[in-house]
């Protein structure tokens, strides 16, 4: 009987992937694929005869459940069709499964097809309307049947059947559930896939890439049938006759639902900033590291496992211990009351979680004095008789390096001549604690004799990383805490913890349309995923979190909110509805001409989220019933004018009911909103764009901050521009006070030149506005 030998190869068409057949002579006994087509009286005994380590019963066991497999018996069909070589399996390419591993060959390769893991339509258990659910099951089974596959087309049509009723169905298991379940401990599945040492890593992260691909898939089709644009744009393309959906839209957008992209992260950064501006500056620094030798992680070691190959464990720990410390800081309220806060996981390249945080403390609770830091930070050596488990604590978690001339290869050494520590370690001496200008203090560290010694060197108090002694005892890992409260920069600490956006290029948008602006794949490159950061987002553990809430209140124009809405859609029916034209803006108006609470607060669109809360699903405000929600209106820019000047009367108006009140000034109406804003008197003085300015020195850092000041001087000129400029210098600065060497005069030139230039650009010149005198 003749061997059948499957090569794959790359078919002539784009959509088509081709299995060509060719009949072959072997000589030797039936192996691999040959079981499936010939000899099969002897299939048994050909099976065993490969390896004298096989059992028949359980050959037969196997061989009985490839029985009940659709595609096996399918393959197994062919023997029966004749002129084998005549013929050619085509497999379809399914534009909605994922095409980063549903995908064609690029060359002609042998190759084998292996069907594993998640897939569309698995349902999930428990959960849903059991009649639902029991006739899902029975169809799906009876689809599952043998006697309903005829052919491949059969089959395809069945994955693409299920694929369809998984979509947006609950009651189907997600990628990322299919995955955290077969990453759970079971004590009847000893060793499994956890136990698998590197292997294990390989494992998770492929997965997680795979998960991440689907979702950046989603948004990347979702592109296609489901659009933004503004409420002008649909109009004017009505007029043009553009009535369908698919002709408007704009450019591939990774929008901020996408956890840890860059549209995500600067919205948490600016979030996290709207807190300084409603609570003050953050008064503790806080940094918990995961530590790989917990009991917790040792006591579920197999005696073959090693703790950095198992980051289920590390993870699983990890983020139990996070939420105890989060109970000890903000419920039991160890280091004070807490008025605010923000966190970040973050996951280095090689090496373990930790997570920052920042906190600000309630005003009964402010440090004010050197003396009260001790009572929350030391940065000592204790005392080994006296406190023994602190004494290990300390030496085991809290000893910096050592580096410099214990160790020039440390990874905190930096320089290229001259190479010195980043954190300035060793630090001085120090026989009490004082406050540095602008930094942290100076902690105290005694020249008392006490010395430990740590990876072959002796260290003294200068080598202490500032810990706080009750939660280091109680944790067990690294665990920095600082006093910040008295640096002025904050923006620069909040930038660290959510440095991840500055590692992802970000293109600006641009007034070309028709060059394509693809924020999915600029945020795929260079894109690094650690083991311990895929099991994390595996099991859907938290990134951030901020309290209290920050809420983005929408910035339109009248008529200009987003809308969305499907590929199919008549934007003529759009047009005519009403739910679909509400926005927070909008009903924010209708709340204060028609609610009575409202009407009496008298809110600020800002202050309104204070009291009312919005719901999306009903697009309407309702009364809030826990306090603590704070509201930020989204940025708007000079540049942008009318959107600016309603953005300039939404902070300072009082319960506005339209954008025609907001217009009216004393009863006389004004065509636009900046006219508007100079007969309430916002133009009277340099108050709306020392406001503004105020604002942005929060956020922005030096180099953006300087355009936007030359912006404003451009479209928005104040009253008195120079006393602007001797208030904000400082802020305009701070980028070369701290990476050069300059005088104050010398810094102030240069910030004045890129003032200058980006005046330039604008077709103004810098002396018109008296910063130079």
């Not at 003749?2 to 078919?11: C, K, N, R, S």
């Not at 299920?162 to 559930?177: C, D, I």
């Not at 050592?402 to 300035?424: E, I, L, R, Y």
């Not at 989204?634 to 540049?639: E, F, G, I, L, R």
């Amino acid at each position: 009987m003749p061997d059948i030998l499957i090569e794959l190869f790359t078919g002539e068409t784009e959509e088509a992937i081709c299995f060509r057949t060719y009949v072959r002579t072997y000589n030797r006994s039936g192996m691999f694929l040959q079981l499936y087509f010939h000899d099969t009286e002897h299939e048994i005994a050909n099976r065993l005869a490969f390896s004298t380590k096989l059992t028949e019963s359980i050959v037969v066991k196997l061989m009985e459940l490839m029985k009940s497999n659709p595609y096996a018996c399918f393959f197994r069909s062919l023997r029966h069709v004749p002129d084998l070589d005549n013929y050619q399996i085509v497999l379809k390419s399914y534009c909605q499964t994922d095409q980063r591993v549903f995908n064609k060959p690029t060359v002609s390769q042998v190759a084998a097809l292996w069907v594993e893991g998640w897939q569309p339509g698995i349902q999930r258990s428990g959960t849903g309307n059991p009649k639902k659910r029991k006739k899902s099951v029975r169809n799906h089974q009876q689809t599952a049947t043998l006697t309903s596959f005829r052919s491949a087309e059969d089959i395809i049509e069945s994955e693409e059947k299920a694929f369809k009723n998984f979509e947006n169905s609950k009651e189907n298991v997600s990628m990322r559930e299919y995955y955290a379940y077969r990453f759970q401990m079971r004590e009847k599945n000893k060793p499994s896939i956890l136990n698998t040492a590197r292997a294990c890593q390989q494992y998770v992260v492929d997965m997680y890439v795979k998960i991440e691909s689907q979702r950046l898939d989603f948004f990347r089709h979702r592109q296609q049938q489901i659009r933004t644009e503004q409420l002008q744009g649909v109009m004017d393309s009505v007029v043009e006759g553009q009535c369908r959906g698919s002709k408007v839209g704009q450019r591939v957008i990774l929008p901020a639902s996408f956890i840890g992209g860059p549209r995500d992260m600067k919205r948490r950064y600016v979030d996290a900033m709207a807190l300084v501006q409603k609570f003050g500056k953050p008064d503790i620094f806080l940094t918990m590291t995961c530590n790989p030798s917990w009991p917790e992680i040792k006591e579920n070691l197999l005696p073959t496992d090693e703790s950095q190959n198992r980051v289920d464990l590390s993870a699983r720990v990890f983020h139990a211990k996070l939420e105890i410390l989060k109970e000890e800081l903000f419920k039991k309220e160890v280091l004070g009351k807490v008025a605010a806060y923000t966190y970040v996981v973050e996951f280095q390249k090689r090496g373990l979680p930790h997570a920052h945080f920042l906190i600000i403390l309630h005003p009964a609770s402010k440090l004010y004095s050197t003396e009260s830091y001790d009572h929350i930070v030391s940065a000592e050596i204790l005392d080994k008789k006296e406190q023994p488990h602190l004494f290990k604590m300390v030496r085991k978690h809290m000893m910096h390096g050592p580096c410099g001339d214990k160790n020039a290869d440390n990874v905190c050494m930096q320089g290229t001549t001259v190479k010195k520590c980043k954190n300035h370690y060793p630090k001085q001496w120090a026989q009490k604690t004082t406050q540095s200008e602008n930094s942290y203090p100076t902690y105290r560290r005694r020249s008392n004799g006490e010395k430990v010694k740590v990876r072959g060197h002796e260290l003294d108090n200068r080598w202490v990383v500032p810990y706080n002694p009750y939660l280091l005892a109680k944790f067990s890992c690294h665990m920095n805490v600082e006093i910040c409260s008295t640096i002025k920069v904050v923006k620069y600490t909040y930038k660290y913890i959510y440095k991840r956006h500055d590692k992802i290029h970000f293109a600006v948008n641009s007034d070309d349309r028709s060059k394509e602006i693809d924020e999915i794949k600029e945020y795929q490159s260079a894109r690094w995923v650690s083991p311990i950061e895929a099991i994390w987002r595996i099991y859907r553990f938290p990134l951030f979190e901020t309290h209290p809430a920050v809420i983005n209140l929408q910035l339109h124009l009248e008529n200009y909110q987003s809308l969305t809405f499907k590929d199919d859609a008549d934007l003529r029916d759009l047009l005519k509805s009403k739910f679909a034209k509400k926005s927070m803006l909008t009903e924010f108006f209708h709340m204060n001409a028609t609610d009575e609470r409202a009407k009496t607060l008298k809110c600020t669109y800002k202050e309104f989220p204070e009291h009312f809360v919005w719901k999306p699903s009903k697009r309407i405000w309702d009364i809030r019933q826990q306090r603590g929600s704070i509201g930020r209106i989204v940025t708007a820019n000079p540049s942008e004018g009318e959107r600016y000047f309603l953005r300039l009367l939404l902070l300072n108006v009082k319960g506005p009911t339209s954008f025609d009140d907001l217009k009216t000034v004393d009863g006389v109406y004004v065509n636009t909103f900046r006219e508007a804003a100079i007969m309430r008197g916002l133009f009277e003085s340099n108050n709306p764009q020392e406001q503004c300015l105020e604002e942005a020195a929060l956020y922005h850092m030096p180099y953006s901050f300087r355009r936007l000041f030359a912006t404003l001087l451009v479209y928005f000129t104040p009253a008195d521009p120079r006393s602007l400029w001797l208030k904000f210098k400082e802020s305009m600065s701070e980028d070369f006070n701290r990476t050069l060497n300059l005088s104050n005069d010398q810094v102030q030139h240069k910030v004045l030149y890129e003032i200058s230039k980006f005046l330039e650009s604008m077709g103004k010149n810098i002396n018109m506005y008296g910063l130079v005198p």
